[in-house]
């Protein structure tokens, strides 16, 4: 017979009630971190394609305007600023990924 007292059973349910309880709120914040992350990451995803979009868009713009050209600025710059815009949030999805 071991030397120390058994438990009696309403501890031993106190006890694994705590541990489920405690345990349900870990996963709960940490879900909630995960989305706040994936919004955060969404915009700024978001953010990194439109603005350079809309500076190569601007600029083109100017450049029709001020430099007439066979070729359009704006049509150029528009899908320069787009690739830019993509491989920029190619980069900051690549950076995020990496700390998690």
């Not at 501890?11 to 994936?38: I, L, M, N, P, Y």
């Not at 601007?58 to 704006?74: E, F, K, M, N, V």
């Not at 690549?94 to 998690?100: D, P």
Request: proline fraction near 5%; include cysteine; glycine fraction near 10%.
């Amino acid at each position: 017979m071991s030397q120390f007292p058994s438990r009696p059973p309403d501890e031993d349910s106190f006890q694994q009630t705590v541990t489920h309880k405690a345990d349900r709120k870990h996963r709960a914040r940490q879900g909630r971190k995960r989305v706040w992350f994936g919004l955060g990451l969404f915009g700024l995803v978001g953010w990194s394609v439109t603005i350079p979009t809309l500076l190569g868009l601007a600029l083109g713009r100017w450049l029709d305007h001020h430099l007439p050209s066979r070729y359009s600025w704006t049509l150029m710059l528009l899908v320069l600023g787009i690739g830019l815009g993509c491989w920029n949030a190619w980069y900051w999805i690549q950076k995020e990924s990496r700390h998690e």
